[in-house]
């Protein structure tokens, strides 16, 4: 096929002019190199979300995103109802938001009938109706259903964290 040796030139004249790239593809100027073969935007590097599966992209971390506060030796995000740094620094001195009380603490409102159990004893989930596609082990998240292969994969789909909050690897609260 002849095709393929001129797509290749092509790609290679693109990627010349775009700027130089690194092993993973990655244009260093605009992106980070997850060393896993995948690229993502420098603006996810240190905002509290791990993006890489490896979570390359919250470690070695000096300084944090807008979004996230440094603690505990990585960048926790900040305001999100999620208390990860062992002070709390991470959720003080955020805008009030409504709460629901369960067992021996409160949780953010917005986390109740998420579909992730927030509270010990799950009450927070309990008398909730979830569309029929979220089903299963599925996770809902930002208004929507996620397939239950999302969770635990070390990429933060949702928004808030859902999908990996409750992992072996995820920092407790």
Not at 11 to 37: I, K, Q, R, T, Y
Not at 44 to 67: F, K, L
Not at 155 to 170: F, I, M, Q, R, T
Request: aromatic share 6%.
């Amino acid at each position: 096929m002849l095709l393929l040796p001129a797509l290749a030139a092509a790609l290679s004249v693109v990627m010349l002019a775009v700027g130089s790239v690194n092993a993973a593809g990655c244009d260093p100027e605009v992106g980070f190199s997850c060393g896993e073969g995948r690229c993502i935007d420098k603006k996810y590097v240190c905002d509290g979300n791990i993006n890489c599966n490896s979570g390359a992209d919250e470690r070695n971390c000096t300084a944090c995103a807008a979004t996230a506060v440094f603690c505990g030796g990585r960048c926790a995000h900040k305001c999100d109802g999620i208390a990860r740094c062992e002070d709390g620094a991470d959720e003080v001195g955020c805008p009030t938001r409504p709460v629901f009380a369960c067992d021996s603490r409160t949780v953010l409102a917005s986390k109740q009938c998420d579909g992730i159990m927030n509270c010990d004893n799950g009450e927070d989930e309990e008398g909730c109706s979830f569309p029929e596609d979220c089903r299963g082990g599925a996770v809902y998240c930002d208004n929507r259903c996620w397939p239950a292969s999302i969770r635990c994969d070390r990429v933060v789909w949702c928004s808030d964290g859902a999908d990996e909050k409750g992992c072996p690897w995820w920092p407790s609260a």
